[in-house]
């Protein structure tokens, strides 16, 4: 029921936003860097793209595992490919300088709350989705991060690395304090999410170790 509702949730989203993705389509699949990778659309789409061979490593990773007797290969496998595939597009879109990259000097906003009401609802959407995958298969992948507190670690030092790379590369982007809890806050409602797949993992983990 997960993965129907999943796939059915894309779909939609797809049906949503398909004429600003394939705008970008003729520059993306021409191999153009400018119009493709350096835009919002063409990100997404060439994320998109790539989910068919993002399945085929999973197969892959998870042939070899189990042709080696790893137990819980395909979750390993997937847990792997997912955190990579769901959250290298959205550090990109983050990293990607804006207009007066180099030019304008880093911007901070370190009141809490303050930043929040200007980012609007797509904004903190974007936010929430930065860490979400990296907070919803971490724990599957690492008994060690198998905890809310730990998975929150994880997702807020992230964070504050990418707005601190922000301000000192100067990409014309705010660094704010809110990203930091909008983005945290994405990646532990993820893990709330996979709880029931991480916790039997901890736990026929913590089993095996006692035997």
Not at 28 to 53: I, Y
Not at 77 to 101: D, I, K, N, R, Y
Not at 178 to 205: I, K, P
Request: charged letters at 10%.
């Amino acid at each position: 029921m997960l993965l129907a509702l999943a796939v059915l949730g894309l779909a939609s989203a797809l049906f949503v936003v398909r004429r600003p993705l394939m705008m970008s389509a003729p520059v993306c699949m021409a191999g153009r860097w400018h119009g493709c990778f350096d835009t919002f659309n063409g990100v997404v789409l060439m994320t998109l793209v790539a989910l068919p061979l993002a399945a085929l490593v999973v197969w892959a990773l998870a042939r070899r595992r189990r042709a080696a007797g790893v137990t819980s290969a395909w979750r390993k496998s997937l847990a792997e490919v997912g955190m990579v595939h769901g959250t290298v597009p959205f550090l990109w879109l983050t990293m990607m300088p804006g207009a007066g990259a180099g030019v304008v000097p880093g911007r901070l906003s370190l009141v809490p709350l303050r930043d929040l009401v200007t980012m609007g609802p797509l904004g903190i959407a974007g936010n929430l989705l930065v860490f979400a995958s990296l907070g919803f298969f971490a724990p599957m992948r690492f008994a060690a991060l198998a905890s809310l507190p730990r998975v929150l670690a994880l997702a807020a030092g992230c964070s504050v690395l990418v707005e601190t790379a922000q301000y000192v590369l100067r990409l014309d982007r705010v660094s704010s304090v809110d990203d930091v809890l909008v983005n945290t806050t994405g990646a532990v409602l993820a893990a709330l999410a996979s709880r029931r797949w991480w916790r039997t993992s901890s736990h026929t983990s913590a089993t095996c170790r006692a035997a």
